[in-house]
């Protein structure tokens, strides 16, 4: 249909026209709102774990990702030019001897015995010895006294309490291998048939656990106190699922200490319940999360791990360049700092931390050209407007700049958040392997269990040992120095 054509029908059919204008205006708005829908789509399936906070395990591996912030490594693969690696040696003293003597002369074939050697080769073999079940049986005599005939029996030792019982060993290696290794019940159960051929029920092995988990109740109690009195300390949160219901791990934690609650819910219910941080003085490390700005009673420190992230999804989904911009800079800051602490600074200059301040609320100021203001004729809907997620993180970057750059004024304030995020990993491997928590109890014991060991590694403290230890009334309790 030509366009004379088109007026000559609207001309003589204007109810027709009319319904197709109508009709046309409908199909617009429905091409609109799906243009939004598309564009939201597509951003959902461009987040990974680099520009969103997805963990890594979420990523696609067959699609690699650019980052334009990060360059490509020159360094090869393996040990760097310098590195002090880590050979087998020669012990002193060996745990067995073999001597090997010659018998006759490859020569003549004359028997060489009794006669002395001149000089001797060590060769050193490295191995396990074999596991078995090691039973020592504990015999408590009776004597009868010859003087006033009093029947005396021997006293078992203190531990030694039934006829048959499992020992301390044992029950460190089974809470070693649950709570640091994650292994399940069923396969604790098959490695120790596997390796002594005597076969432990998944009854006792919660026991074993639930006993460390009794004895490790001062130790917990402790821990709490002290990280009080921490000058640095991180926090977060993950969801494990108990029972096929989504329940939440809260994490304190420091460079020597960690300490782990559950609770059934994630917010500020949980967190006074666990009565750490709303009692906490110090600097509270930790992500953008708006619950934990509701305490005043600590100074906060934002993750900018979480921050870059969110700046290159930003990016990648805008295409502005003040995202970029801030990018840079927040990682150039980082480089300043960290060159510093090589150098044994303990602050970088006014002048240098002035010019970062600068050009950061230069960025922040001109950003806001790429937002202009809602359209006030616009049909007003409940609540707030809806802002673009580069907005959001404008508008935080903006309202807290303090918490935001706090590392560059304060060297002992770390740029990200990630040893609390490390100490939550392995969570997240325990229910990969060994799916949901059969009970909340059994949530409760791990927790309680992998926060000991977790503070013993930082340590470097043995695990068996230090498990071992916590069983006679002996829990490792790391000094109150360091963050």
Partial sequence: MTEQEAIEFCKNNPEAAAKIILMVEELKRIIATQEIRIKELEAKLNMNSSNSSKPPSTDNKLTKTKNKNSSKSKKRRGAQKGHKGKSLKLVANADKVEILMPTKCKCCNKSLKNINSLKFEKRQLFDLPTVKM??????????????????????????INATTQYGDNLKSFVSYLNAYQMLPY???????????????????????????????ESYE??????????????????GINIQGTLHWIHLASTSTMTYYM????RGKVAMDDMGIIPNYKGILV???????????????SYCNAHLLRELKGVSEKENVKWSEDMHTLLTNM??????????????????????????????TLSANNYYPPPDKNAQKARGRPKQEKGKNL????????????????????????NLAERDLRM???????????????????????????????????????GLKSALVGQAYIPSVGGC
Avoid: M
């Fill in 221 to 238: 109690k402790t821990i709490k106190q002290l990280l009080l009195k921490k000058d640095i300390l991180h926090s977060d949160e993950t």
């Fill in 262 to 265: 559950l609770h059934q819910k």
């Fill in 427 to 465: 969570i997240k491997v325990k229910e990969k392997i060994s799916g949901s928590f059969a009970s909340f109890k059994g949530g409760e014991i791990f927790c309680r269990i992998r926060g000991y060991i977790s503070t013993l590694k930082k340590n470097n403290i043995s695990v068996l040992q």
């Fill in 394 to 417: 404008l508008d935080r970057l903006s309202k807290y700049q303090d918490e935001t750059l706090r590392f560059l004024n304060d060297f002992r304030v770390p740029f990200t958040n």
């Fill in 134 to 159: 090691y039973v020592t049986e504990y015999q408590a005599y009776s004597v009868e006294c010859k003087n006033c005939h009093t029947i005396n029996k021997a006293e078992f030792p203190d531990n």
């Fill in 334 to 363: 980082n480089i300043a700092v960290c060159r510093a602490k090589e150098n044994n600074k303990q602050e970088l200059s006014l002048a240098q931390i002035q010019k970062f301040i600068k050009y950061y609320e230069k960025i």
């Fill in 186 to 216: 069923e396969r604790i159960s098959e490695i120790i048939e596997d390796l002594t051929t005597h076969k432990i029920s998944t009854g006792s092995i919660y026991n074993f656990l639930n006993t460390h988990y009794d004895k490790l």
């Fill in 286 to 300: 930790h992500d953008h999360w708006s619950v934990y700005n509701k305490y005043n009673n600590c100074t906060h």
